[in-house]
């Protein structure tokens, strides 16, 4: 494994224990040329998946690159982030228990909205709203509408 800090190949693992739920192996390692510490996760990968744009372009499936729009919508929000890391494992886990590898992002995009809405509505709006690409605030208020439960008198 490269080191981060000063690309030298040889580095040294100094410790492995299993991490989110025993589907990954977190390992600590140190740079003997320059002495840095970093951590490096090792996860079993079923398929490769390909993601299929909506415009049709094709590209690898990237988990961190979804990772990172998930957590973006769940900054500041009381969840813990183990649950945030088991929530995404588990999303990888049903993209890739689908048998295809061709996976659009639409497809992968409900998925995402689907478990947001059952761990937190805030992050839920926040990433519908990047996802749905709303444009102004009628669009945000028709959502949010939806998600009120009917309080007819």
Do not use: W
């Amino acid at each position: 494994m490269r080191c981060p800090f000063c690309g030298n190949n040889d580095t040294q693992v100094k410790d492995s224990r299993p991490a989110e739920d025993n589907v990954a192996i977190r390992r600590r390692r140190l740079c003997p040329a320059c002495g840095g510490r970093f951590t490096t996760y090792e996860r079993v990968q079923l398929r490769d998946l390909v993601v299929v744009k909506s415009n049709g372009k094709r590209e690898d499936f990237d988990r961190d690159k979804m990772a990172r729009s998930i957590r973006i919508a769940m900054q500041k929000r009381p969840v813990e982030p183990e649950r945030i890391e088991q929530m995404i494992s588990g999303i990888v886990r049903r993209l890739e228990s689908t048998g295809e590898t061709d996976i659009s992002s639409k497809d992968i995009g409900e998925i995402v909205m689907e478990t947001l809405s059952r761990i937190d509505n805030v992050a839920f709006v926040r990433f519908a709203s990047v996802y749905m690409n709303f444009q102004n605030a009628g669009d945000f208020d028709q959502f949010v509408a939806k998600l009120r439960p009917n309080t007819e008198e």
